[in-house]
């Protein structure tokens, strides 16, 4: 089974590239992130039309999350527990029945956090808690689950060109690894990490600056995997090309493959 992590920035902008490729690269199971549309106008029919079934928790204009699935999605959830008075649309669960089992398959778009120190960054610590929780539940369940999608995140100096720049940015900032380390010290995995150790390794660069020309990347699109999914891991790798095709989105997909 070959999962993707895929922050396509805005489902109306990508629709092309995002059709073109759920048709030529066919992941059986797709985790998009940042579509920047209201469930009731996202194209279902491009989706449906590919060979998937499709399950959205949109937002007008900004945010929002889906699951697309070669096969049925069983227990679709939306929304991050522990806060009930969150609205932005962030988070999305569904289970996907394999030939040899099941996965809980957990996609989230994590809070920017920027400008930090401020009540954004407050926000994206407490979202990062309220995940944590959501893990150690899972775990204590022993439901094999994975969470991926834009963790705004840069776990390490590896994972950007130019790791002195963002010392001082939400997704570096020493209380933001603090949090990821604590996930990790659960027993999850880090996909990526598991199998490639070595830097440059990116899976976002920014339209400003040349960055994409010129390699300025950062690596913030990750898996995580329970200890019995991290057993059925055959690989994980970045789509790097992706970046380079037309009107693209400023991130490119991560694959995770799977003995499932």
Aim: proline residues 7%; contains cysteine; negative net charge.
């Amino acid at each position: 089974m070959k999962i993707a992590t895929y922050n396509i920035n805005g489902i109306k902008a990508r629709y092309e590239t995002v059709s073109a490729w759920l048709r030529e690269d066919a992941p059986d199971v797709a985790v998009l992130q940042e579509i920047k549309s209201a469930d009731a106008v996202f194209p279902h029919e491009m989706v449906e039309d590919a060979g998937y079934e499709l399950h959205v928790h949109g937002q007008k204009g900004f945010n929002g999350v889906a699951l697309l699935s070669k096969t049925p999605l069983e227990d679709v959830t939306r929304g991050l527990p522990g806060d009930d008075a969150d609205e932005q649309a962030r988070y999305i669960e569904g289970t996907v029945i394999g030939d040899a089992g099941a996965v809980r398959v957990c996609g989230l778009y994590l809070p920017n956090g920027n400008p930090a120190p401020g009540p954004k960054y407050d926000y994206k610590l407490a979202w990062m808690a309220r995940l944590e929780a959501r893990a150690r539940n899972l775990l204590a369940a022993e439901i094999p689950f994975l969470m991926t999608g834009d963790f705004n995140v840069i776990p390490d100096a590896r994972d950007a060109t130019r790791p002195e720049i963002w010392e001082t940015d939400a997704l570096g900032l020493p209380a933001t690894r603090t949090a990821w380390r604590r996930l990790l010290n659960l027993g999850l995995t880090e996909a990526f990490r598991a199998r490639t150790p070595a830097p440059g390794h990116y899976s976002f660069w920014d339209y400003q600056g040349g960055a994409w020309d010129r390699g300025n990347g950062i690596r913030i699109d990750h898996f995580l995997l329970s200890p019995a999914i991290a057993d059925r891991m055959r690989d994980c790798t970045i789509q790097t090309e992706m970046r380079g095709r037309e009107k693209p989105s400023d991130h490119v997909p991560v694959w995770l493959d799977l003995d499932l």
